[in-house]
């Protein structure tokens, strides 16, 4: 299971870190992934760490602002973001999988989402 937490109301510039806890196994082999879903519009992906090697990727849109990062011992993982801008307004998602990181399709296992609001 994944719970993420972290999510609330900002000002934009401001920042926030989410963190995706994970329970009833080990999810060090897996590919870590962060998605996001305004209202209206598709799951886009965020960012993805593969813990095991310290492998991070992320989505253009957020490069240079937000940091995924993971820690074994607790089996969860983060997303700093930080310079948050009003389009980052979403429902963030964590996710885990083992068949690539961009795509909602290559993860297995979602957590049950938290609100990220960005107020101007």
């Known amino acids: 299971q994944l719970q993420a937490s972290g999510g609330g109301l900002v000002q934009a510039g401001g920042s926030l870190r989410l963190s995706c806890a994970a329970s009833?196994?080990?999810?060090?082999?897996?590919?870590m992934g962060w998605f996001r879903q305004a209202p209206g519009k598709e799951r886009e992906f965020v960012a993805a760490i593969w813990l095991s090697r310290d492998n991070k990727w992320y989505a253009e849109s957020v490069k240079g602002r937000f940091t995924i990062s993971g820690d074994n011992a607790k089996n969860t993982v983060y997303l700093q973001m930080n310079s948050l801008k009003p389009e980052d307004t979403a429902v963030y998602y964590c996710?885990?999988?083992?068949?690539?990181?961009?795509?909602?399709?290559?993860?297995?296992?979602w957590g049950q989402g938290t609100l990220v609001t960005v107020s101007s």
């Open positions: 009833g196994g080990t999810f060090s082999s897996y590919v």
């Open positions: 996710a885990a999988g083992s068949r690539g990181m961009y795509t909602t399709s290559s993860y297995d296992y």
